[in-house]
């Protein structure tokens, strides 16, 4: 009886067991419910992206989740950063959006107003198809394919259950998508199909952040709509007219009507037209003697919406940009210069407008002109030897959409036609043109924003030029990495090789030239008496690599041979530093003035500045308007006195409300009986041609000098004569003394004009710290933000303050370090006056209580953002960027995180070992955008800032996490299956002792069967 229990036993148990057994390895191997729907591979670049749709019953949380294409060769994975949204989670039945460029395609469709978001960064998606992928926070596949061609719009899938990637399962739209929505081919269950998805529409811009809340709610405040480039085209214009005026015609390319809330046109000195009204679709509009002044052989026409958006650009003639071969023709009076087709752009030029002699204001436009009535130049046909690659630029110093191109050389007498040919790279990406015409012994660079073909940094690249039956004609790659800078370019040897001095639309430049360092100082602008101060050179560069030898002058007499040495001054004063640096061969050197202050006397406690005398620099003459363009105006500082009078802070303005002001931003001294003349080129500062003032303020922000002038003359200068009164010349001298040549027509006498030395305070402006920017240099200003640096740590007079969410800040300056205690993530209330020091915007504070301690409170860490996304605006902000080092100098690192890469710069006295950033490691690292004249660079403030990971992990606590939930899926799964097979074994055995007669006789029976 006990044995028939126990068998009974084992049996009912086994039972409840093995059911587990298959529950439990599926727990271990299945992946989240989380497909990919849509592959939008046929936008253009920065505006790819794909669909992910949640098809299980639980939320999936995609915190640290990466996608990746094949072109991670070179970026293993894409992060994923939330762009909209309230988290990383997919609700059951969501739909989320990973796109190549967040913004642009937020701006795109306005149908994703509460769809989440999410921001990657890719190369291209090829729309040939390629493999791709999502991986979950372990490292786990989630999803991997290859997705079928879909060239012309996007790839749905109608089942996102089956796993079946062939057309049973795919299929490309016959035009647009349904981003964001259920796909119209097979709708998951219990939802409807969508409307089929317009093409982009403008997208209403939040007086928020560009996060959005998800799909799970929406409550957006629209203040300015935003529309998408090329909605509306510069259409036509006339910059050089017979009689009348200069004029410039619009056209929408859209179906809704466009309203012109606070758009503008700018020329090229931004010289902005403010336009009004509406425009219907397909419609024109014409700007009638627009602000300024198109220059007849060459000028720039930008077109922004009310958020500041350029929608169009045009330059034309000989206006000097990367590429003047992409230029529209120039056109002399009485032509205008007009889109062959209207409201066709193919973002270049040279392609899309043509001189006309039958100018269409208003209208479509017709273009006649010589070419059109005398017949064309025999084409050559597409051969080899008719069109040859010469160049091309893969990695161009700053953005590669902007700088990048491909260049082609005819070598015959005859116009070659590009319609028979067309350009392909690694990728399978083509351009080809119908209109392109490349002129005889032309060598023609056609740039990125035209081919719309990104070339690879690294990794490798292939460019192809290919004939009308897309044989290759001719194939030149390179491997390896390319160069920043550098372009591949063919030698008269016909062999290819790297030069860094690129050419575009001339003939090749190997000649490598010794160039000079760059020597640079990092150092406080002041600084008290027997203070030590650091004069960090580790700036400094050299084109070559060449090692670098550094030789300082101090000023006082003292000198140093260090990198960054460290000095004290024992009398008050202004000093002008001296750097000298070089490479063995060639020497660059840089002065910066420090102003040494004195200490607090030891009587009555009292101390502050010495004063620094600024009454011997003047102005003493400036021309408002010079013939020609307003480019040429300038004004004119002397130094009057007799001693050097330090340049750097000082501000140069016009009338109050007028042009932004100009801070000198360069460590010079103006020598007794020195002029020095600053053009509007690079002041921006726009004189009046009717009535203004010049003024000159000091470093402190108060007033040295105030002249007004009105009855402006062409051509004449107002200069100060040597009794001291103003009068205007015709004779202008920049640069030299005055000479003062009574006018042939003397206008009626200028008002009273005077100089004044009157020190009188700017009014006080409140504003938001996001709106700090938008001030000019010299005004008073009034804001709050959250500690995010200290005092001592970035610099010993400076601290940072950033808003709540970290995107905005500004550094704080104190001349005399009068710093309240302060904690990280204060909440402190400033005031003090704009400044800019070194390129980056301050504010100066002057007494201890503009600093104000409103509250404690926590500071809020920056989420990941790519690096091609840091702009100006960054500047001051707390961020934080992941990436590989791929450059280690001393106390510079340089990280890329595959969209671009950025200096990291360790600050003297941070405390960052030289070992924590090491070449080839993987790191987050999070620090304070600072501006310099080389660009954007990071600041870390202590090795806390720093996070390095091995290159092949992800963050520790996330790998962690999981492992031990691996670790735990695979124990319970080998117990159930051990104890299951132990079970089954032993209630064999027992069968078998008791029944082995029965046993035996069932083997017979099957043997002699």
Known sequence: MKKYFLGGFLVSLLSVITPLIPAALAAEIAPPAIAITEIGAYERDNSEWIEIYNFGAAPVDMTIWTFWDTDAARLAR??????????????????????????????????????????SAWDTLKETGEEIGLNDSAGTIVERFTYL????????????????????NWMEREEGNSIGAANTASAPPGEDPPPETPAPEPVPTA?????????????????????????????????????GDEWVELYNNSTEIIEFTKWTLEDGNETATALSGTLAPHQFSVIEKPKGQLN??????????????????????????????????????????????????????????????????????????????????????????????????????????????IELYNPTAQPVSFRDFALQDKSGKTFSSTTLTIPPFTHFAISRTSTNIALNNSGGETVTL??????????????????????????NQHTWRWTNKPTPGAPNNFTIVNNSPIAVIDAEDEALVNTDVLFDASDSSDTENDPLTFHWDFGDGEESTAQSPRHSYETPGAFTVVLSVSDGALISKTAHVIRVLSAPSSEDGVGGPVPVDFSALRITEFMPNPEGSDDAEWIELFNAGTEPVALDGIKLDDEEGGSRGFTVN?????????????????????????????????????????????????SASYAVDKNGAWRWTSTPTPGDPNIIT????????????????????????????????????????????????????????????????????????????????????????????????????????????????????????????????????????????????????????????GTDELLVYIKEGVAIARTALMQDEHAEITGIVSKTTSGLRLLPRGPEDITIIPASSVPNVSRDTARQSTVSSNTLASFLAAAAGTLASLLVALIAKQHTGTIKNLFARFRDN
């Not at 994923?80 to 469709?109: C, H, K, N, S």
């Not at 020095?676 to 402190?700: C, H, M, W, Y």
């Open 149 to 168: 061609p879909a060239p012309d719009a996007s790839l749905e899938r109608r089942d996102p259950m089956l796993r079946d990637y062939t057309e049973a």
């Open 78 to 119: 894409h992060t994923l950063t939330l762009f909209q949204g309230d988290d990383f989670i997919i609700a059951p039945q969501e739909y989320a959006v990973i796109a190549e460029v967040a913004a642009t395609t937020r701006a795109q469709y306005q149908s994703l107003a509460g769809v989440t978001i999410f921001d």
């Open 296 to 405: 007849n052989t060459g000028d720039l026409i930008v077109l922004m919406d009310g958020t500041g958006k350029t929608i169009d650009r045009v330059a034309y003639g000989d206006w000097t940009d990367e590429f003047v071969n992409d230029n529209a023709p120039a056109a002399k009076d009485p032509l205008s210069i007009a889109r062959i087709q209207d409201g066709r752009d193919s973002n270049n030029d040279a392609l899309d407008f043509a001189s006309t002699e039958t100018p269409t204001k208003g209208g479509p436009n017709v273009i006649t002109n010589e070419t059109t009535r005398t017949a064309p130049l025999p084409l050559q046909p597409a051969t080899s030897s008719t069109l040859t690659i010469t160049e091309f630029l893969p990695n161009p110093i700053g953005p590669d959409a902007e700088g990048e191109f």
């Open 207 to 243: 007086t928020s952040t560009p996060s959005a809340p998800s799909n799970k709610s929406l409550a957006p405040t629209v203040t300015v709509k935003q529309y998408a480039s090329g909605v509306m085209v510069i259409n036509e214009f006339v910059s050089d007219p017979a009689d």
């Open 666 to 714: 360069e460590d010079a001294a103006l020598e007794p009986g020195a002029y020095r003349v600053f053009g509007r080129q690079e002041t921006k500062i726009a004189l009046n041609n009717t009535s203004d003032e010049a003024r000159l303020f000091d470093p402190f922000d108060q007033l040295l000098a105030r002249i007004s002038y009105d009855d402006v003359t062409e």
């Open 466 to 491: 290919l004939d009308q039956d897309d044989r290759a004609l001719e194939t030149v790659s390179f491997t390896g990495s390319a160069a920043e800078g550098a372009s591949y370019a063919r030698t």
């Open 742 to 897: 009574p006018l042939r027509e003397r206008a009626p006498a200028a008002r009273a004009s005077k100089t004044t030395t009157r020190r009188t305070a700017k009014p006080l402006k409140t504003v938001p710290l996001e709106s700090v920017r938008d001030l000019d240099i010299g005004d008073r200003v009034q804001t709050t933000g959250v500690v995010a640096v200290l005092p001592g740590i970035l610099g010993l007079q400076i601290f940072y303050i950033v808003t709540p969410s970290t995107t905005a800040g500004v550094q704080i300056y104190s001349y005399d370090k009068a710093f309240p205690a302060l904690r990280i993530g204060d909440r402190v209330e400033i005031t003090g006056a704009l400044s800019q020091a070194h390129e980056e915007l301050r504010i100066k504070t002057q007494k201890a209580d503009d600093i104000r301690v409103l509250e404690p409170g926590a500071l809020t860490l920056p989420d990941t953002i790519p690096i091609n996304q840091l702009t100006d605006e960054h500047e001051g902000a707390l961020v934080k960027i992941a990436g590989a080092i791929t450059q280690r100098l001393q106390n510079k690192a340089y990280l890329d995180d």
